[in-house]
C-alpha cells in the first residue's frame, strides 16, 4: 500500500478511502494524478449540446417510480456517447404528444491505473401523470429514435383491484440475472424491487479495492434489463457491492449519477426512500449503515436512518389507507446460509421497529439462495408456516425472506438449525435457531400478489424459479373494515378490534393467539 498499510486502509471508513484515492494513492504504492483525482462527476444535472452521430446508440432503458407512484415516473436510459437533445415523448397511445426535454448525467471515471472511462446516463422526470392510467413512451435524442415502449402509473389511494410486484437481490451479469429479468418481463408487475448487489461491477464487496472495479459491467447490466426494466418500474436499494471506493459520497457517487429514486428519505442516506401502491407501504433502506459484518459505512448517517425509520413506520401504520407494510435491504438479519448468515447489527438496529409496527414482510439478499422464517416477533416464532401456510401479521409476528438468488452464484446453507452470526465485535458465532422454516438453494424471484378486500386483504407471497416453477408459498393476512370514502375508486381501512389489540400490545391476546396460531383474528 506504499505509504499506508493495508490493514490501516481496511480500518478507513469510505469517505477516508475516497480522500486517499482522489490523490492517486493505489495498492501499488505510487502517487498518480488525473483530472484532478481518481474520478470527475458533474456538478450536477447538465444538458449536454454536443452534436451526435445518428450511430449513436440507445443501450439500456430503465423505469423508477417518483415519491408519489400515481402521478410520477422516472425514465432513464444509457447512451454510449453524449447526444444532442435528449426527450422522451409520452402519451397514452403511441401518438404521443408530450415531448419532456432530459438531462444526461456524464460520469468519468479514472482507473488506478491511469486509464479513464466515460459513461452517459439520461434522465427525464414524468410529473403531473394521471393515476392508474397506462402510458406510451420513447426516448430518443437528435437521429436516433428508441422502441415504443408502456409503463402504468400506480392508483390514486387503495384500489380494489388486485396487484402484484416482483423482488429479488444479488442480480449481476449472467445468464442466469438475464432469464430471471424475463421471467419478471412475463410476469408484468406493478414494480419490483432490488435488495441490493445490483450489477457487481465492484467485485470486492468490502469496498476496499479500486482496482477490482470492473465500470463495463454496469453497461452490461442495463443492457441485461432493459426487457423488464423498460416498462417496469426497477426500484433498487444499495448491498455491499454498491460501494464503489472510486467514487465520493461513500462510494455511492455512481449510483446517484445511473439512478433516479424518490429521494424522500434522509438526506445523507441515497437509497432509503419509501412510497405508497395501494393499500401497500414499501420502504427501502441502506443496511450498510447498521451491519456489524462489513464496516465500511457502518455508521455513516449518524442514526438518522433509523429515526426516519421509526418515524416512517409509525406514519404507515397510522394511514388507514395501508394495510400492509413491505421494507427491503441488502444484509439479513436472520439466514442460515453459509457465507453470510444473519448480522446482529441489523437486528439490534432494526427488527424492534418492525416489531413496534407490525411490518409484514422483509426482503432481503446478501445470501445467494432462497430462505423464508415463520412469522416472527422478539426473534421467537410464533407459529409454524409450512409452505402454503396464512400468517396474520399481527398476530404472528414479521416474516422474513431472502431471495438472494438472482443470478449471482449460489450458494448452500449450513447443516441443521446452527446459522452464523455477525456480532459487533466483527467475528461471527455460531446460534442455534428455531426460525428457519423453507430453505432452497436455487435461483428464484418473489412474486407477490396483493388482494386489497372488504373486511381483509392478503398478500401472496411466492418463491418461483425462471421457468415460473413454485418453490415456496405464504399468505399474509390483515382484517380491515372498509369504507366508502366518498371518491371513486378509493377506500379507506380501519383497523379492526384484533389489530387495535395487538397494536397495543395487549400481551394476554398475543399470548392467547400465539397459542392458537391456525386461528385468524
Known amino acids: 500500500m506504499g505509504r499506508v498499510g493495508a490493514a490501516e486502509f481496511e480500518r478507513m471508513t469510505m469517505a477516508e478511502r475516497h480522500e486517499l484515492l482522489r490523490y492517486g494513492l493505489t495498492r501499488r504504492g505510487f502517487l498518480r494524478t488525473a483530472a484532478g483525482g481518481a474520478v470527475s462527476l458533474a456538478a450536477g444535472p447538465m444538458l449536454l449540446t454536443r452534436t451526435a452521430a445518428a450511430a449513436t446508440p440507445i443501450t439500456g432503458r430503465w423505469l423508477a417510480m417518483g415519491a408519489d407512484p400515481s402521478r ?48 452517459f446516463y439520461v434522465h427525464a422526470s414524468l410529473d403531473g401523470l394521471s393515476p392508474g392510467t397506462t402510458y406510451h413512451y420513447r426516448v430518443e435524442h437528435d437521429g436516433l429514435e428508441g422502441a415504443d415502449a408502456t409503463f402504468s402509473t400506480a392508483p390514486h389511494g387503495p384500489s380494489s383491484s388486485p396487484f402484484t ?19 419478471v418481463a412475463g410476469t408484468r408487475p406493478a414494480f419490483h424491487l432490488l435488495a441490493g448487489d445490483i450489477s457487481y461491477a465492484q467485485t470486492d464487496g468490502r469496498g476496499l479495492l479500486p482496482e477490482a472495479y470492473k465500470p463495463g459491467r454496469w453497461d452490461r447490466y442495463f443492457q441485461q434489463i432493459d ?26 457517487g455512481g449510483l446517484q449519477q445511473r439512478f433516479v429514486l424518490p429521494g424522500n428519505g434522509p438526506a445523507q442516506v441515497p437509497t432509503a426512500y419509501t412510497f405508497k401502491y395501494s393499500n401497500v407501504g414499501v420502504i427501502s433502506l441502506d443496511a450498510n449503515d447498521v451491519t456489524y459484518e462489513l464496516t465500511t459505512n457502518r455508521g455513516y448517517s449518524q442514526g438518522t436512518q433509523t429515526a426516519w425509520l421509526r418515524q416512517t413506520l409509525a406514519g404507515l401504520r397510522a394511514d388507514p389507507q395501508i394495510d400492509f407494510i413491505v421494507v427491503f435491504f441488502h444484509q439479513c438479519p436472520y439466514s442460515t446460509c453459509v457465507s453470510h448468515g444473519s448480522d446482529e447489527g441489523v437486528r439490534t438496529a432494526w427488527t424492534t421497529l418492525f416489531d413496534q409496527y407490525t411490518v409484514d414482510l422483509v ?41 438472494g438468488g438472482g443470478g449471482i452464484a449460489l450458494e448452500g446453507f449450513q447443516a441443521g438449525n446452527t446459522a452464523t452470526l455477525w456480532t459487533e465485535s466483527g467475528r461471527p458465532v455460531k446460534e442455534q435457531v428455531g426460525w428457519s422454516r423453507t430453505r432452497y438453494p436455487g435461483f ?76 385468524p383474528p
Do not use: C
Open 444 to 519: 428464484t424471484y418473489l412474486s407477490v400478489r396483493v388482494v386489497p378486500g372488504d373486511g381483509r386483504s392478503t398478500m401472496s407471497v411466492r418463491a418461483l424459479r425462471p421457468d415460473g416453477t413454485q418453490v415456496d408459498s405464504v399468505t399474509l393476512t390483515r382484517a380491515n373494515v372498509r369504507k366508502s370514502s366518498g371518491v371513486s375508486g378509493t377506500t379507506v381501512a380501519v383497523a379492526g378490534a384484533a389489530g387495535a389489540a395487538a397494536l397495543a400490545g395487549t400481551g394476554a391476546f398475543v399470548a392467547r393467539r400465539r397459542r392458537s396460531a391456525a386461528s
Open 227 to 252: 426487457v423488464a426494466a423498460s416498462m417496469v418500474p426497477w426500484m433498487v436499494t444499495t448491498g455491499n457491492h454498491e460501494m464503489e471506493p472510486l467514487y465520493d459520497g461513500h462510494g455511492y
Open 72 to 119: 410520477q415516473m422516472r425514465v432513464s436510459w444509457q447512451v454510449a456517447a453524449a447526444v444532442a437533445r435528449p426527450r422522451v415523448r409520452l402519451g397514452t397511445d403511441t401518438g404521443y404528444g408530450k415531448v419532456i426535454e432530459a438531462e444526461t448525467r456524464p460520469l468519468r471515471t479514472v482507473m488506478p491505473d491511469g486509464s479513464t472511462r466515460e459513461q
Open 363 to 403: 426482503i432481503n439478499g446478501h445470501n445467494h439462495s432462497y430462505e423464508r422464517t415463520d412469522p416472527l416477533r422478539g426473534g421467537v416464532a410464533a407459529m409454524s408456516a409450512a409452505a402454503g401456510s396464512t400468517v396474520w401479521p399481527v398476530v404472528h409476528g414479521t416474516t422474513y425472506v431472502v431471495a
Open 165 to 183: 410486484f416482483t423482488a429479488f437481490g444479488d442480480q449481476g451479469v449472467t445468464a442466469s440475472a438475464a432469464a430471471l429479468s424475463t421471467a
